[in-house]
């Protein structure tokens, strides 16, 4: 039976699902995974679902490997929420202090969250982040740790994620079809940050990539915070697309051609390099030229790259983003992929895998998996925070989280 130390994630991913159940370390030293489960991702389309029925299947199937190797049988859980129907904007909220010695209170910064929230928001979308970016306590600006600092009024800027409704409630129905309840929703990018990241680069600005198999998240961080989350069209799939439309392959020749032959880079492949790909049917084996293939994928991620660099000068945060690129996903591995990024946004590029992970992580250390492992980040924080909280889906306050990594317990 899981305790309150304990939670079980779900990454509803276009080409996988993946089940964790991590367990809070002692002594505050972070996680260690004690559950794995991982199944093909059937009737999922670019981050969305497509086929109910498939979808349910397939989160089922992951989450019983989980729990098998857990021994942990969770009905309530975590999920990722991804594809290009997730949007973002910075909104402004104000609360009274309330009058006592103690200055500014966590009930304070809730009700200053709560007013940040309140948008026009079409019917057809909703609220699935709401994260304290700065405050203003009266006249003084850009205060990090408003708590217990006296004054008249506080105010809160706030970065507020929206999601389809439809989405949400899709997979709400698919969770519920697989035997689970959904808690939190977490946006893909925003839950890779938590494993890929580091403190510098949050504080110094950066923009995270995450490259998977549908879509690509971005979310940028600055002063400590995200400021700005979009998902762009292109993901890794369009790669293997790309591949099999102009060499005319199977799907599943031109994902193989990809993975082990693939690279972003013509100039470091040999001109006179082949290798044999299966063709449709019975007919003989294809003779691709590597050069060949690599200039196709880097026509690919020059697009991918140049899209991400026009959302970050879109943004108008361009220039606070010295950290560069952090770069995770599947689509991450693919070589060469590096120096089209550098190329392409001239900035500089780290190439980024789960950190920090103990336990039964030998299937979960590469960067396709960043999202789920961020997830148990992300969900194992709110769980020392609130060891009691058990809810169902609401829009949520990313209060506890913030008050976990910033201020003084």
């Known amino acids: 039976m899981a305790d309150a130390r304990t939670i079980t994630v779900i990454d509803v991913g276009s080409t996988k699902v993946t089940a964790l159940v991590g367990e809070a370390a002692d002594n505050d030293a972070g996680f260690i995974v004690i559950g794995v489960g991982i199944a093909p991702a059937r009737g999922i389309w670019r981050g969305q679902v497509a086929s109910m029925a498939e979808a349910a299947a397939s989160i089922q199937e992951a989450l019983a490997g989980a729990q098998t190797t857990s021994g942990i049988k969770e009905t309530q859980v975590l999920m990722s929420v991804n594809g290009v129907h997730v949007a973002s904007q910075n909104s402004h909220g104000s609360a009274p202090i309330g009058r006592s010695e103690r200055g500014v209170s966590h009930d304070d910064i809730q009700r200053g969250l709560e007013s940040a929230q309140m948008i026009n928001l079409p019917s057809n979308r909703e609220i699935v982040h709401v994260i304290p970016r700065r405050f203003r306590v009266d006249e003084q600006d850009s205060v990090r740790n408003p708590i217990g600092m006296l004054g008249y009024r ?123 790909i299966a063709s449709f049917g019975d007919e003989p084996l294809v003779r691709v030229y590597r050069r060949e293939a690599a200039e196709i994928l880097r026509a690919r991620a020059d697009e991918l790259f140049s899209l991400i660099e026009q959302e970050i000068r879109r943004s108008g945060y361009d220039g606070l983003l010295p950290a560069g690129l952090v770069v995770t996903g599947g689509g991450s591995l693919l070589p060469g992929l590096k120096d089209s990024a550098r190329r392409v946004t001239r900035r500089s590029v780290r190439l980024a895998r789960p950190m920090q992970l103990h336990g039964l992580v030998d299937a979960i250390q590469s960067p396709a998996y960043a999202t789920a492992v961020g997830m148990l980040h992300w969900g194992l924080q709110e769980v020392t925070a609130k060891p009691a909280k058990r809810r169902r889906f609401s829009p949520r306050l990313e209060l506890s989280r913030w008050l976990k990594n910033l201020l003084p317990g």
């Not at 997979?171 to 990241?197: M, P, Q, R």
């Not at 799939?237 to 051609?257: I, K, M, R, S, W």
Request: aromatic share 4%.
């Open 154 to 276: 506080l105010e809160v800027q706030a970065h507020i994620v929206t999601c389809a409704a439809t989405a949400i409630q899709n997979l709400l129905k698919c969770a519920h079809l697989a035997g689970v309840e959904v808690n939190e929703f977490v946006v893909a990018a925003l839950a890779s940050a938590e494993a890929v990241l580091t403190p510098n680069e949050r504080e110094m600005g950066v923009a995270l990539v995450d490259i998977g198999s549908g879509v690509t998240g971005l979310a940028l961080f600055i002063e400590g915070a995200v400021w700005h989350t979009k998902v762009i069209e292109v993901g890794g799939g369009h790669f293997t697309n790309d591949l099999a439309q102009v060499l005319c392959l199977p799907a599943d020749a031109a994902e193989y051609l990809k993975v082990h032959y693939g690279h972003v880079n013509p100039d470091e492949i040999p001109a006179d390099q082949l290798c044999n």
